[in-house]
């Protein structure tokens, strides 16, 4: 039931709980939130946009100076590894996930086309190893780049070109805004 979720999450959640506790927090709120505007329940959803901006304060506190300094330039490439390989591997996608802002996905505005799958953020250990694989000669193209988590990625662990392509509007007019907001180019 969604209030008892919602009473579970906010007993849960405290400024200076564990990322993977967060984390369980964010999603449930995400679920909740859905849910009460659907049912029309104004409390309840007032109730998960609360422990949002709770988790976004938080967040913000323990995650932002990292992304302030990819920003800058501050973490090359074998640094930046180095600081996500220093997360407890159970929080090193919810990590990157909030590092770089794409914890919450936009509603579609387009018809999913047939064969074509709901947005699935990559795992960190599958971007890793791609990062393993690329050179500054290469040219790397994510068709289907959703918010531009894996483009963004790249760019910061490679010297390779990395291109995002993505269909759905909402979906790249959100990883622009993301790539404006982290100081990357344009992403198509």
Same mark, same amino acid.
């Given at each position: /039931?969604?209030?008892?979720?919602?009473?579970e999450?906010?007993?849960?959640? !405290?400024? /200076?709980?564990? +990322?993977?506790?967060?984390?369980?927090?964010? !999603?449930?709120?995400?679920?909740?939130?859905?849910?009460?505007?659907?049912? /029309?329940?104004?409390?309840?959803?007032?109730?998960?946009?609360?422990?949002?901006?709770?988790?976004?304060?938080?967040?913000?506190?323990?995650?932002?100076?990292?992304?302030?300094? +990819?920003?800058?330039?501050? +973490?090359? =490439?074998?640094?930046?590894?180095?600081? +996500?390989?220093?997360w407890?591997?159970?929080?090193?996608d919810a990590f990157?996930?909030?590092?770089?802002?794409?914890?919450?996905?936009?509603?579609?505005?387009?018809?999913?086309?047939?064969?074509?799958?709901?947005?699935?953020?990559?795992?960190?250990?599958?971007?890793?190893?791609?990062a /393993?694989?690329?050179? =500054?000669d290469?040219?790397?193209?994510?068709?289907?780049?959703?918010?531009?988590?894996?483009?963004?990625?790249?760019?910061w662990? !490679?010297?390779?070109?990395?291109?995002?392509?993505?269909?759905?509007?909402?979906?790249?007019?959100?990883a622009?805004?993301?790539?404006?907001?982290l100081?990357?180019?344009s992403?198509?």
């Open positions: /039931d969604a209030l008892e979720t919602m009473t999450a906010e007993r849960k959640f !405290t400024d /200076d709980a564990p +990322l993977w506790v967060r984390e369980w927090v964010a !999603t449930a709120a995400r679920g909740i939130l859905k849910t009460a505007i659907e049912a /029309d329940h104004a409390e309840l959803a007032a109730r998960a946009r609360s422990i949002q901006v709770r988790l976004h304060a938080a967040d913000e506190v323990q995650i932002a100076p990292i992304r302030n300094q +990819l920003i800058a330039g501050e +973490l090359g =490439p074998a640094a930046f590894r180095a600081e +996500l390989l220093s407890p591997v159970h929080e090193r990157v996930r909030r590092l770089l802002c794409v914890d919450s996905v936009p509603e579609r505005v387009t018809e999913r086309p047939a064969g074509m799958v709901h947005y699935v953020v990559s795992s960190l250990d599958v971007v890793l190893e791609l /393993d694989l690329l050179g =500054p290469d040219v790397f193209y994510d068709i289907g780049s959703g918010l531009g988590f894996v483009t963004m990625l790249l760019s662990l !490679t010297d390779a070109r990395i291109i995002g392509v993505e269909y759905e509007p909402a979906y790249h007019e959100r622009e805004a993301l790539a404006a907001q100081g990357f180019m992403i198509e």
